[in-house]
């Protein structure tokens, strides 16, 4: 499972976008901030404690300003740029401020800067409700008249952020709207702050990990007795759930994973869940998840389920076959066992890939040392888009290893954005994958303003005498969030608010999750790969082989577990009433999955998808990776012609799918790439199954 692609963007909340005249200036200090990162487009880490909230409460004090005078401009007076484009720009100034600034909640080394990085984007939740449930800037706003057909695209998807806000209501209604949303705000902030900060941890004794590789150990801290401290952090969790030979072990592993922040969490998830069942009341929404889904590709809750449980069906009989071939192996472990618990699932899957396939993630992440993977990834993309990556050297980061490269156009050089890269893990950081967009791309009349992003990531970090290695499917992972990166800054929308990855949120995942099948190809491997001994020393071929052939292992389980998460967020949101989010994991973990969840836990307090913009959007990742596949038969190879590092592909899917945004229906842009209508056809060939 990819993670998400990283804090809400305030953006698709506001409907940002350019200016084509002068906008109100900002005040000194923000203007200075603002300034500083035009001439680098770097964002700042380097924050004397009370600077965030200083900076956070001005940039906030400043937007409001501005909103209130775009709200009395005269009747007389108005015109689409001192309205519409001015409000985009207002806005965008606020989010090319904001967004680096609650940034740091999840990166920075100082935890009193890390703090008050959450606290703002706290405070910034309920502030950005009452700019979107403001009726005197609608009423302002909806007047106007666009003058093209770009303008006129981003009036109706502005004025469609409004009305989804509320704005429509009458006075007493909208009041309520924009009462319970920021309360809604707040609870999700929390909800991802806790997350964040958790630092659960177990220990064990050298004999309780028997079957752990000595890297991993050797990289644990010990009690004073010698004992071993493993987090909960994905990549302890992970080895220690595919490795560990002792069951119990397992168990407690996977109860302490899905119980952080157990109590908190899952009270502030049902809070919310109710919050939003009034909000869409309101709204006159059916259910949230039509609400939530009223713009998106899928339309409605209708259409997500008839997919979701379209998918039930076919993906059945491939998931009991796989859970039986668990147990099977299991018996042959344990004679007297008669069923596969939930702690043995990614143990039993890897004991049977390194069996069968003769597979071991150990000896095969020796192919892959970081910085070979990074550098190969790195050359791919720039053949595949034209496009070339430099690292900025000395520029100002927030951790050891964070590194910051600029993006250039292969042919014409020159610069097209700049990202970061944080991809070990330290104390207090982001505890997965994610990309995150920092400053958004948007056309202002000093030309282009190039975006920035940064992707966030937890590698095993070096161990020994080791450099840090990967397993392959952080590999895979690495070329999706990597795509992610691609998206955001490889944008040319005019509009802010159209820009990157901010397009219909069941097709954002499309993109990348494409990208992941050049993991899977012989010539891409051989281009990344090198032993950490002898770089000349590529994966074998062989072995090659082997994983393309073991890829399709246990997939019928994978999928359906993605399709467990997205039934239980649409159940969670299509609910009437208090929901115990428990009670409802536990029954569809059950019939689904087909396997006993494990006693007292709580998934759903660690779902950060749930509280992060991806409410009633889970689904999303199974309905994008139908497009992905279909977008992957541009690129697969046919006739004996590989097409993965063609660069006139590249070009098109650059252009026509990473350049534009949302100033596109994603249908249109599919139909453009493929030069037919879309179809699942790829999607069900790659599972194995009749469409």
Not at 131 to 147: F, G
Not at 463 to 487: A, N, Q, R
Not at 508 to 528: C, G
Request: hydrophobic share 40%; glycine share 6%; proline share 4%.
């Amino acid at each position: 499972m990819k993670t998400i692609i990283g804090v809400v963007s305030i953006l698709v909340i506001l409907g940002v976008g350019a200016c084509t005249t002068a906008p109100k200036p900002l005040n000194r200090n923000l203007a200075k901030s603002l300034d500083n990162m035009d001439k680098m487009n770097l964002i700042r880490s380097d924050y004397a404690p009370g600077e965030i909230t200083k900076l956070c409460d001005a940039a906030m004090e400043d937007a409001k300003a501005r909103f209130d005078e775009i709200a009395k401009t005269p009747a007389s007076e108005r015109t689409f740029d001192n309205t519409v484009l001015a409000f985009e720009s207002a806005a965008a100034d606020l989010n090319d401020i904001a967004q680096p600034l609650t940034f740091m909640g999840y990166v920075h080394t100082d935890k009193e800067i890390h703090a008050e990085g959450s606290a703002c984007e706290e405070k910034l939740g309920p502030f950005y409700v009452s700019i979107m449930s403001r009726k005197d800037l609608y009423d302002v706003l909806k007047e106007a008249t666009p003058r093209s057909v770009k303008e006129k695209r981003l009036f109706s998807e502005t004025l469609r952020d409004f009305e989804k806000a509320g704005l429509k209501l009458p006075e007493e209604k909208l009041a309520q709207v924009k009462e319970l949303k920021q309360r809604l705000a707040v609870l999700e902030s929390q909800f991802g702050t806790n997350l964040n900060n958790d630092t659960s941890q177990i220990v064990f004794d050298a004999g309780e990990l028997t079957g752990v590789s000595p890297d991993f150990l050797n990289r644990l801290k010990k009690t004073p007795d010698g004992k071993f401290i493993v987090t909960a952090k994905a990549a302890d969790y992970t080895h220690v759930m595919e490795n560990a030979a002792n069951g119990e072990t397992r168990r407690r592993m996977l109860d302490l994973y899905l119980n952080r922040q157990a109590e908190t969490n899952t009270k502030l998830l049902e809070q919310a869940i109710v919050l939003r069942q009034r909000i869409k009341d309101l709204m006159s929404y059916k259910t949230w998840a039509d609400y939530r889904t009223d713009g998106r590709m899928a339309k409605d809750s209708e259409t997500v389920l008839k997919f979701l449980n379209g998918l039930k069906e076919k993906l059945a009989l491939r998931n009991r076959q796989d859970v039986a071939k668990l147990l099977k192996y299991k018996k042959e472990l344990e004679p007297t066992a008669t069923a596969v618990k939930a702690w043995d699932i990614n143990y039993l899957a890897y004991q049977i890939k390194k069996r069968d396939y003769n597979l071991d993630d150990e000896k095969i992440k020796e192919y892959f040392p970081a910085d070979r993977v990074i550098a190969g990834v790195f050359d791919i993309y720039s053949k595949l888009l034209g496009v070339k990556f430099e690292e900025v050297k000395d520029s100002r980061v927030w951790g050891t290893g964070v590194k910051l490269y600029e993006i250039k156009d292969s042919q014409a050089g020159f610069v097209v954005g700049y990202f970061y890269a944080d991809l070990f893990p330290r104390e207090g950081k982001y505890p997965h994958f994610a990309a995150f967009p920092l400053i958004g791309g948007r056309l202002t009349r000093e030309g282009y303003r190039y975006p920035v992003a940064a992707m966030v990531g937890n590698f095993n970090p070096p161990s020994g005498d080791k450099p840090s290695l990967l397993k392959h499917d952080e590999v895979e992972t690495f070329f999706h969030e990597f795509g992610h990166i691609m998206h955001q800054t490889l944008t040319r929308a005019p509009y802010a608010s159209l820009s990157g990855t901010n397009v219909a949120q069941d097709f954002v995942e499309a993109p990348s999750q494409m990208l992941e099948n050049w993991a899977w190809s012989p010539k891409v491997l051989a281009l990344i790969s090198g032993h950490y001994l002898d770089p000349a020393k590529k994966l074998p071929n062989q072995i090659v082989k082997k994983m393309i052939e073991a890829k399709d292992f246990n997939q019928g389980y994978f999928y359906t577990r993605q399709l467990m998460l997205g039934l239980l967020d649409m159940t969670y949101h299509t609910s009437v009433g208090e929901v115990d989010t428990t009670a409802v994991y536990d029954r569809l973990y059950k019939e689904l999955v087909g396997v006993d969840p494990i006693p007292g836990g709580h998934f759903q307090a660690g779902f950060g998808h749930l509280m992060g913009g991806y409410d009633a959007g889970y689904y999303g990742y199974l309905w994008s990776e139908v497009y992905a596949q279909d977008l992957f038969t541009r690129f697969d190879v046919k006739a004996k012609r590989d097409h993965l590092l063609d660069p006139k592909v590249g070009k098109m899917y650059r252009e026509i799918i990473l350049e534009r945004g949302r100033m596109v229906e994603p249908l249109e842009l599919l139909r453009e790439f493929l030069g037919r209508e879309p179809n699942s056809d790829a999607f069900f060939k790659r599972l194995g199954i009749k469409s």
